[in-house]
């Protein structure tokens, strides 16, 4: 069965330094891999996605991630945060053996501190 | 092109009662997925329709349904409150399956369940 786990339920930086969200999926068949953001009182949006194209995806707002088959891992980076980035970061797999059903994580909060 | 539209956004009820949500996605998307978010259980996944028939259901109990309409809007249902359905639901539509299309949220209904 496929799954998803976000290894940080929090993640605090500096503004002007690096992000580093972590994301480990399992599956059995090749995953479409997500990343959505939910900013306060606001609705979930796409980031970027990954469905089995170039391995290094490039999204909205500076981010990227890394899809790494070896590791299993699909983590979402950003070379200098900013105070905006602040919100809810959500990994989410997909693929044949969820019948395409998206299987979310459970969230992490990025926290900005000036 | 106008986005999804949640209706009503913020509800009341008591426990017993039944409720009912209306979601209608954006004009040709023929996917509506709904989710049920809370702060200790984060983002869970009620059930997806396509084209009006339901393609995937989540692990909820049988007073959770759901349909679509030929126009693709479609409605959940909440039979017999329980004060722990009190949540943001969330619907989402994509032109395809979930699975692999981006997904576009809702504004949401906060459902308060006294």
């Known amino acids: 069965a496929q799954s998803v786990t976000q290894l940080d339920s929090h993640v605090s930086v500096s503004e002007g330094t690096p992000v580093l969200l972590r994301c480990n999926y399992s599956s059995s068949y090749s995953p479409s891999l997500f990343w959505y953001v939910q900013h306060p009182n606001k609705g979930l949006q796409l980031l970027l996605k990954?469905?089995?194209?170039a391995t290094l995806v490039k999204g909205i707002n500076g981010f990227e991630a890394e899809f790494k088959k070896s590791e299993t891992s699909f983590h979402l980076t950003k070379p200098s945060a900013h105070m905006s980035d602040a919100a809810e970061y959500f990994c989410?797999?997909?693929?044949?053996?969820?019948?395409?059903?998206?299987?979310w994580g459970a969230g992490t909060k990025l926290i900005i501190k000036p | 092109k106008a986005g999804v539209t949640q209706t009503p956004r913020y509800l009341i009820k008591t426990r017993g009662q039944q409720v009912t949500l209306s979601c209608s996605p954006i004009?040709?998307?023929?996917?509506v997925s709904w989710y049920q978010q809370t702060p200790g259980q984060g983002l869970q996944f009620l059930f997806e329709?396509?084209?009006?028939?339901?393609?995937n259901k989540g692990n909820f109990p049988g007073r959770f349904s759901g349909r679509q309409f030929s126009n693709s809007r479609s409605e959940m249902n909440v039979s017999t409150l329980e004060l722990g359905d009190s949540a943001l639901y969330l619907c989402a539509s994509s032109f395809g399956t979930g699975g692999s299309d981006e997904q576009y949220f809702g504004p949401g209904t906060r459902l308060t369940v006294t």
């Open positions: 004009s040709g998307h023929r996917s």
């Open positions: 989410v797999v997909s693929g044949l053996d969820s019948n395409y059903q998206l299987i």
């Open positions: 329709y396509f084209s009006e028939t339901q393609r």
């Open positions: 990954y469905t089995s194209a």
